[in-house]
């Protein structure tokens, strides 16, 4: 014979929680090793990785789109420096530059293989190639000078019978170079465990949604009969399927010792702010103003000015080390001197030609003879 409920001895309860979510220790000062391995998977971040992505975009788009300019010291034929763009417009040197700093920032360094003629033309850049950088190894002589460029992988990891590029033959871009190795750093590596842990949050966040963001109903039999003799399984199916298809749009009129409550009825609170904390850090280890990505949290962030301007500084320095490695590896070779033809990419900063303007307007003002002493007029009228 079965007791009552309430006559029944009490059952011992053990518990079978225990704690399944353990926090990834992720150390910053950790030396992580280059492997092709990782590198490919900076790139497959870059080219699926959204917002991603276009962070990294930002710098080419700001460091090439206001386009270049070829300066000549004096004494050097207007036909030379027409020679010397078209040698740019053939090679597609825009195209070049973006892919070299994009691979630069992800990868670690930005590589492309120098086509010369042949004949007289055997000192002549004819065609230049981008490579896969992280497929690379570089070989140096005793005092760390890089003497070789050798492929050892191909785009899938694949080990190949090695190609050798000779430091002549080559770009070689570091945008952000490192004293202890002649590799570069690679912004993805920088920023990381802030990516990851910016993955973390937004996958959690979707999966909270999805399972608390919308509410749930609880219902309760004999809840307040605990002697009640238990439903029988028809009982219960008849009652479970009356529940089964209920939705916000429904009401209930029950009978009997039936209790209907909502669940989950709050939703998932903080979303924006957990969002906004982890997208500010990757942000700020990708070295974007959030405001360029399209997180701008107001027109009353008085910061967004200076985090713009300073972002424009790092864009002219990675500019000056692009244009000394095109001037170095393929204008110097074709003019056949050094430092005659250069290439200057214009300034990004909007404001820099404004206060240029401003100045050049300010000479015209003065005596003549005083302002064309600093510029002449060709030169205030060329700016």
């Given at each position: 014979?079965?007791?009552?409920?309430?006559?029944?001895?009490?059952?011992?309860?053990?518990?079978?929680?225990?704690?399944?979510?353990?926090?990834n220790?992720?150390?910053?000062?950790?030396?992580k090793?280059r492997?092709?391995?990782?590198?490919?998977?900076?790139?497959?971040?870059?080219?699926?990785g959204?917002?991603i992505?276009?962070?990294?975009?930002?710098?080419?788009?700001?460091?090439?789109?206001?386009g270049?300019a070829?300066?000549?010291?004096?004494?050097?034929?207007d036909?030379?420096?027409?020679?010397?763009?078209?040698?740019?417009?053939?090679?597609?040197?825009?195209?070049?530059?973006?892919m070299l700093?994009?691979?630069?920032?992800?990868?670690?360094?930005?590589l492309?293989?120098?086509?010369?003629?042949?004949?007289?033309?055997?000192?002549v850049?004819?065609?230049?190639?981008?490579?896969?950088?992280?497929?690379?190894?570089?070989?140096e002589?005793?005092?760390?000078?890089i003497?070789a460029?050798?492929?050892?992988?191909d785009?899938?990891?694949?080990?190949?019978a090695?190609?050798?590029?000779?430091p002549?033959?080559?770009i070689?871009?570091?945008l952000?170079?490192?004293?202890?190795a002649s590799?570069?750093?690679?912004?993805m590596?920088?920023?990381?465990?802030?990516?990851?842990?910016?993955?973390?949050?937004?996958?959690?966040?979707?999966?909270?949604?999805?399972?608390?963001?919308?509410?749930?109903?609880?219902t309760?039999?004999n809840a307040?009969?605990?002697?009640?003799p238990p439903?029988?399984?028809?009982?219960?199916?008849?009652?479970?399927?009356?529940?089964?298809?209920?939705?916000?749009?429904?009401?209930?009129?029950?009978?009997?010792?039936?209790?209907?409550?909502?669940?989950?009825?709050?939703?998932?609170?903080g979303?924006?702010?957990?969002s906004?904390?982890?997208?500010?850090?990757?942000?700020?280890?990708l070295g974007?103003?959030?405001?360029?990505?399209?997180?701008?949290?107001?027109?009353?962030?008085a910061?967004?000015?200076?985090?713009?301007?300073?972002?424009?500084?790092?864009?002219?320095?990675?500019?000056?080390?692009?244009?000394?490695?095109?001037?170095?590896?393929?204008?110097?070779?074709?003019v056949g001197?050094?430092g005659?033809?250069?290439i200057?990419?214009?300034?990004?900063?909007?404001?820099?030609?404004?206060?240029?303007?401003?100045y050049?307007?300010?000479?015209?003002?003065?005596?003549?003879?005083?302002?064309?002493?600093?510029?002449?007029?060709?030169?205030?009228r060329?700016?």
């Amino acid at each position: 014979m079965k007791l009552p409920r309430f006559l029944q001895a009490p059952v011992e309860t053990i518990t079978r929680a225990k704690s399944y979510l353990s926090i990834n220790k992720r150390v910053i000062w950790e030396n992580k090793k280059r492997e092709i391995g990782k590198l490919r998977k900076f790139r497959a971040a870059y080219e699926n990785g959204g917002y991603i992505s276009e962070a990294i975009d930002l710098y080419p788009l700001y460091m090439l789109s206001n386009g270049y300019a070829l300066h000549t010291e004096d004494g050097v034929s207007d036909e030379a420096r027409k020679n010397v763009q078209k040698l740019l417009d053939s090679i597609d040197i825009n195209k070049i530059s973006w892919m070299l700093t994009v691979d630069s920032l992800v990868v670690m360094d930005g590589l492309a293989e120098i086509v010369f003629g042949k004949g007289s033309l055997s000192k002549v850049p004819v065609a230049v190639y981008n490579r896969p950088a992280e497929c690379f190894d570089f070989a140096e002589d005793a005092y760390g000078n890089i003497i070789a460029y050798i492929q050892h992988y191909d785009t899938d990891g694949n080990s190949i019978a090695p190609i050798t590029l000779e430091p002549k033959n080559t770009i070689h871009l570091k945008l952000i170079p490192r004293s202890d190795a002649s590799y570069g750093l690679s912004l993805m590596r920088r920023a990381e465990d802030d990516i990851n842990r910016d993955i973390d949050c937004i996958e959690s966040i979707a999966k909270g949604i999805k399972i608390h963001g919308t509410p749930k109903y609880l219902t309760r039999i004999n809840a307040n009969s605990p002697d009640a003799p238990p439903l029988s399984d028809a009982e219960f199916d008849t009652l479970k399927k009356e529940f089964e298809d209920i939705n916000a749009k429904d009401s209930f009129v029950v009978e009997g010792d039936i209790e209907t409550s909502m669940l989950d009825v709050a939703g998932v609170t903080g979303v924006q702010e957990y969002s906004a904390v982890t997208l500010e850090r990757v942000c700020a280890a990708l070295g974007i103003p959030e405001e360029l990505v399209g997180m701008r949290k107001g027109s009353s962030d008085a910061t967004a000015v200076s985090r713009i301007n300073a972002f424009f500084k790092k864009i002219q320095t990675f500019q000056m080390t692009l244009a000394q490695a095109i001037n170095t590896a393929i204008i110097d070779p074709a003019v056949g001197q050094p430092g005659k033809i250069w290439i200057v990419f214009n300034d990004p900063d909007p404001s820099d030609n404004l206060k240029e303007a401003q100045y050049v307007e300010s000479l015209g003002r003065v005596d003549p003879l005083d302002a064309f002493s600093v510029m002449s007029a060709e030169q205030m009228r060329a700016r």
